[in-house]
T-cell receptor, first 114, second 113 residues
Framework: DTGVSQDPRHKITKRGQNVTFRCDPI?????LYWYRQTLGQGPEFLTY????????KSRLLSDRFSAERPKGSFSTLEIQRTEQGDSAMYLC????????????FGQGTRLTVV | GESVGLHLPTLSVQEGDNSIINCAYS??????FIWYKQESGKGPQFIID?????DKRQGQRVTVLLNKTVKHLSLQIAATQPGDSAVYFC????????????FGQGTTLQVKP
C-alpha cells in the first residue's frame, strides 16, 4: 500500500495520559499536514511540515501538543496530559511541494479519552 | 471572517438521480477549491478541484461549478449510486499558501435504493 498510513487506527486512553500517533506519508511527498476532526465537523488544520521543518502551527495546537518530522519522512503527533476534549479523529495528509498538489489523507487515528 | 461552508447538512436522493451539493465561501481571495468525499471511518478522499480562473470542471460523473460573483461552489454527481453515500466537504486552498486546507462542515449524501 503506497498511501498515507497512520498508526494506531484507534486509541483509548485515560485522562492525563500521554499518547503518540504516527504518520507515514507517501514517500516522495515533501509536505505533511496534521488535522483534527470532531464528529459532524470538517477537519481542522493543526500543523504543517515541509520536509523536516515545521512551518505553521494552528492556534488549536496547545502547548500539550507537539509534532515532529525528524528526517522529513514519517511524523509523530504527541498529546501530553490528555483531556476529554482531545477526543477526536486525528488525520494526517501529505502532498507534493508544487502548488495545488492534491493532498492525500490517511485513515486517521481515532482518539477516545475516558 | 473566513469560512467555507455548506448549505445543507443532509441530502437524500434516489438512486439514479443527479445530486447537487452546495458550498458557500466568504473570502474573495480564495483561488483554489477542492471537493472531498469521506466515508464512515475513513479519511477524506479527493474528488475534484477547480481554480478560481475556471467556472466549470468535469470529471467522471462529477462536475464542479464555481460562481465567483456570489462566492458559491457546487458539486454535481450524475446518476447517483449507493456507493456515493458519504459526507462531502468543500475545502479552500490558497495558491501560494502552505497548502493547508480550510474545510466546511460537510453535507451527508444519502442514496435511497
Amino acid at each position: 500500500d503506497t498511501g498515507v498510513s497512520q498508526d494506531p487506527r484507534h486509541k483509548i486512553t485515560k485522562r492525563g495520559q500521554n499518547v503518540t500517533f504516527r504518520c507515514d506519508p507517501i514517500s516522495e511527498h515533501n509536505r505533511l499536514y496534521w488535522y483534527r476532526q470532531t464528529l459532524g465537523q470538517g477537519p481542522e488544520f493543526l500543523t504543517y511540515f515541509q520536509n523536516e521543518a515545521q512551518l505553521e502551527k494552528s492556534r488549536l495546537l496547545s502547548d500539550r501538543f507537539s509534532a515532529e518530522r525528524p528526517k522529513g519522512s514519517f511524523s509523530t503527533l504527541e498529546i501530553q496530559r490528555t483531556e476529554q476534549g482531545d477526543s477526536a479523529m486525528y488525520l494526517c495528509a501529505s502532498s507534493l511541494l508544487q502548488e495545488e498538489s492534491e493532498a492525500f489523507f490517511g485513515q486517521g487515528t481515532r482518539l477516545t479519552v475516558v | 471572517g473566513e469560512s467555507v461552508g455548506l448549505h445543507l447538512p443532509t441530502l437524500s436522493v434516489q438512486e439514479g438521480d443527479n445530486s447537487i451539493i452546495n458550498c458557500a465561501y466568504s473570502n474573495s481571495a480564495s483561488d483554489y477549491f477542492i471537493w472531498y468525499k469521506q466515508e464512515s471511518g475513513k479519511g477524506p478522499q479527493f474528488i475534484i478541484d477547480i481554480r478560481s480562473n475556471m467556472d466549470k470542471r468535469q470529471g467522471q460523473r462529477v462536475t464542479v461549478l464555481l460562481n465567483k460573483t456570489v462566492k458559491h461552489l457546487s458539486l454535481q454527481i450524475a446518476a447517483t449510486q449507493p456507493g456515493d453515500s458519504a459526507v462531502y466537504f468543500c475545502a479552500e486552498n490558497r495558491v501560494g499558501n502552505t497548502g493547508k486546507l480550510i474545510f466546511g462542515q460537510g453535507t451527508t449524501l444519502q442514496v435511497k435504493p
